[in-house]
């Protein structure tokens, strides 16, 4: 018999799977219910995808784990809850190192978790991922029924298959073996593989291009600053494309000195030049019938261009040196940094090869105009570095959190990525031994020279506290206030175009607003 407190909190959560309600809602539910009947610090539900566990939603953790990806062979507690087979505790006293250490939004200065327990979640029983429980508390599930955690593993089960019934994305079940069997096997492939991480308004947007123009043959133009990510982006285009399975085949324009740069493309036959002592295939040729991605397309001389515009009109080429024509069939992917109409207005771009490449123009947002994504992709550099530094613990504290969020990142995603390897070694030079819990601190990022967005913050508020004396908590919600205050008055009290700046929903915009203090909340 399920007893009443139980039942209360199943009924709504069975009722929703009826519901069209957004997904991130659902996991939202799932995880709050779960927590007021099972009281902890934190709960998180993680996706199996091969050698790694994805957090999907966390309640209770910092912003930035839902960007960390865990390697399964390197956190032996996620492996042993799942390979358990059904809910398990792993021992209070258990010298294990934790992934959540450091990460759980707990009391000042208690970082390390005590206890800790999961279930694996099965969809068409077949392994999908994880439901995992922390506390600080060392005694916190002592008394805990590990059926009440099945229970919610089996709603979360359900809540997947609803979300993917949703979205048209039925599992197929070659698929879902290979799924099941790869954390066993554990990949060999010791990095991550790219991902396109973020939940902002901007981030959603590109995710809903990227679905909408992979499917198609579109020539595609990624333009965006440097360090955005445009690379990514073609490896996403390239994988929801009917070409997946084919060669994904890049080339960076800018790298290659221009008499070399023809011979790349096309490829040439031997004798074709001092130095050409064997034939060899180009990129199109190697990209026949998969994708070739051109980043730094705007460094192309006018020569090449004209050369180029020839194969994406007929897929016709010939090689260096050769008089024999190649048929090939490449969907081309390119990316620029630049202002390629300007460069045609200019006389510097041919305005046919222009037209050629833009079918598709797909801007990729800067990182300052995806708000909390900063904390996103910052929780997935720490993990990277986590793991290459043999840590127990990589974690920003509130000061560093604060700084990430003001700063203006002109070098965007690869800026980021370069600061926080940077700063892990600040953080450990000096140390005598490794704490098994390493704290970046703003010192350590060393974001001292002020942006434009943090003087910005700094006019509309100057009895900001510093991050350093106060909770993480008191940190966040100061200068989630200050973002507010700030872009509410660039934009003259409007509310709905504040919240497009901030990457957020209207409504959820003044609900967060209200929780915060703020007046005028009704505008």
Same mark, same amino acid.
């Given at each position: 018999?399920?007893?009443?407190?139980?039942?209360?909190?199943?009924v709504?959560?069975?009722?929703?799977?009826?519901?069209?309600l957004p997904?991130?809602?659902?996991?939202r539910?799932?995880?709050?219910?779960?927590?007021?009947?099972?009281?902890?610090d934190?709960?998180?539900l993680?996706?199996?995808?091969?050698?790694?566990?994805?957090p999907?939603? =966390?309640n209770?953790?910092?912003?930035?784990?839902l #960007?960390r990806?865990?390697r399964?062979d390197? &956190?032996?507690?996620?492996?042993?809850?799942?390979e358990a087979?059904?809910?398990a505790?792993?021992?209070?006293?258990s010298?294990?190192p934790?992934?959540y250490?450091g990460l759980?939004?707990?009391?000042?200065?208690q970082l390390? *978790?005590h206890?800790?327990?999961?279930?694996?979640?099965?969809?068409?029983?077949k392994?999908?991922?994880?439901l995992?429980m922390?506390?600080?508390?060392?005694?916190?599930?002592?008394?805990?029924q590990?059926?009440?955690?099945q229970?919610?593993a089996?709603l979360?089960?359900?809540?997947v298959?609803v979300?993917?019934?949703? @979205?048209g994305?039925a599992?197929r079940?070659?698929?879902e !073996? %290979?799924?099941a069997d790869?954390?066993r096997?554990?990949? +060999?492939?010791?990095s991550?593989?790219?991902?396109?991480i973020?939940?902002?308004?901007a981030?959603?947007?590109?995710?809903?291009?990227i679905?909408s123009v992979?499917n198609?043959?579109?020539t595609?133009?990624l333009?965006?600053?440097?360090?955005?990510g445009?690379?990514?982006?073609a490896? +996403?285009?390239?994988?929801a494309s009917p070409?997946? @399975?084919?060669?994904l085949?890049?080339l960076n324009?800018?790298?290659?000195?221009?008499t070399?740069?023809?011979s790349?493309?096309?490829?040439?036959? /031997?004798? @074709?030049f001092?130095?050409a002592?064997a034939?060899?295939r180009?990129?199109?040729e190697?990209?026949d #019938?998969?994708t070739?991605f051109l980043?730094?397309?705007?460094?192309?001389s006018? +020569?090449?261009?004209a050369?180029?515009l020839r194969?994406l009109?007929?897929?016709q080429? %010939?090689r260096l040196? $050769?008089?024999r024509? &190649? /048929?090939v069939?490449v969907r =081309?992917i390119?990316?620029?940094?630049r202002?390629?109409?300007q460069?045609v207005?200019?006389g510097?771009?041919?305005?046919?090869?222009? &037209?050629?490449?833009? *079918?598709?123009p797909?801007?990729?947002?800067p990182?300052r105009e995806?708000? &909390?994504?900063v904390l996103?992709?910052a929780?997935y550099?720490l993990?990277?570095?986590?793991? !290459?530094?043999?840590l127990?613990?990589l974690r920003?504290?509130?000061?560093a959190?604060?700084?990430?969020?003001?700063?203006d990142?002109p070098g965007?995603v690869?800026?980021l990525?370069h600061?926080? #390897?940077? $700063?892990?070694?600040?953080?450990?030079?000096?140390l005598?031994?490794?704490?098994?819990i390493?704290s970046?601190?703003?010192?350590?990022?060393?974001?001292?020279a002020?942006s434009?967005r943090?003087?910005a913050?700094?006019?509309?508020?100057?009895t900001?506290?510093t991050a350093?004396s =106060?909770?993480?908590?008191t940190?966040?919600e100061?200068h %989630?206030? %200050? !973002?507010?205050?700030?872009s509410?008055? !660039?934009h003259q009290g409007n509310?709905a175009?504040?919240? /497009?700046?901030l990457?957020?929903h209207?409504a959820?915009l003044?609900r967060?607003a209200k929780r915060?203090?703020l007046r005028?909340t #009704?505008?």
């Amino acid at each position: 018999m399920i007893a009443k407190p139980m039942l209360q909190a199943l009924v709504p959560l069975v009722d929703d799977l009826s519901r069209e309600l957004p997904d991130g809602e659902r996991y939202r539910r799932l995880l709050e219910s779960l927590r007021a009947l099972l009281p902890c610090d934190a709960v998180a539900l993680l996706r199996l995808d091969g050698a790694w566990l994805v957090p999907l939603a =966390v309640n209770g953790l910092s912003g930035d784990t839902l #960007g960390r990806r865990f390697r399964i062979d390197e &956190h032996p507690r996620l492996r042993l809850l799942l390979e358990a087979g059904g809910p398990a505790r792993i021992p209070a006293d258990s010298q294990l190192p934790d992934p959540y250490d450091g990460l759980v939004l707990g009391l000042q200065g208690q970082l390390e *978790v005590h206890d800790c327990m999961g279930c694996p979640v099965l969809v068409g029983e077949k392994p999908w991922g994880l439901l995992t429980m922390d506390s600080l508390d060392k005694e916190q599930f002592s008394a805990v029924q590990l059926g009440d955690l099945q229970a919610f593993a089996s709603l979360a089960g359900a809540t997947v298959s609803v979300v993917q019934r949703m @979205a048209g994305l039925a599992l197929r079940a070659e698929d879902e !073996r %290979q799924r099941a069997d790869s954390y066993r096997a554990l990949a +060999a492939e010791k990095s991550a593989p790219p991902t396109l991480i973020g939940q902002s308004a901007a981030h959603q947007r590109l995710l809903e291009e990227i679905a909408s123009v992979g499917n198609s043959e579109l020539t595609v133009l990624l333009l965006g600053e440097t360090g955005v990510g445009k690379e990514l982006v073609a490896q +996403a285009l390239h994988a929801a494309s009917p070409r997946a @399975a084919r060669p994904l085949i890049s080339l960076n324009c800018a790298a290659l000195p221009e008499t070399l740069v023809e011979s790349e493309l096309f490829g040439h036959v /031997r004798g @074709a030049f001092s130095g050409a002592v064997a034939e060899r295939r180009g990129k199109f040729e190697l990209a026949d #019938g998969g994708t070739l991605f051109l980043d730094e397309v705007g460094e192309l001389s006018l +020569a090449v261009q004209a050369k180029l515009l020839r194969v994406l009109q007929g897929g016709q080429l %010939q090689r260096l040196g $050769s008089d024999r024509e &190649h /048929r090939v069939d490449v969907r =081309v992917i390119a990316a620029t940094n630049r202002d390629l109409a300007q460069e045609v207005r200019a006389g510097r771009y041919r305005a046919d090869f222009y &037209h050629r490449l833009s *079918v598709y123009p797909l801007v990729v947002p800067p990182l300052r105009e995806r708000g &909390h994504d900063v904390l996103l992709l910052a929780g997935y550099f720490l993990e990277q570095n986590r793991s !290459r530094l043999g840590l127990g613990s990589l974690r920003l504290d509130g000061s560093a959190q604060a700084a990430l969020l003001a700063h203006d990142w002109p070098g965007n995603v690869r800026e980021l990525e370069h600061l926080v #390897g940077r $700063s892990a070694l600040k953080a450990l030079a000096g140390l005598a031994t490794r704490p098994r819990i390493v704290s970046l601190t703003a010192a350590h990022l060393d974001l001292s020279a002020p942006s434009a967005r943090a003087e910005a913050l700094d006019a509309s508020d100057n009895t900001q506290p510093t991050a350093v004396s =106060v909770d993480l908590r008191t940190s966040m919600e100061a200068h %989630q206030r %200050q !973002r507010i205050e700030a872009s509410l008055a !660039r934009h003259q009290g409007n509310w709905a175009s504040a919240a /497009r700046e901030l990457g957020l929903h209207r409504a959820n915009l003044v609900r967060l607003a209200k929780r915060l203090g703020l007046r005028g909340t #009704g505008g």
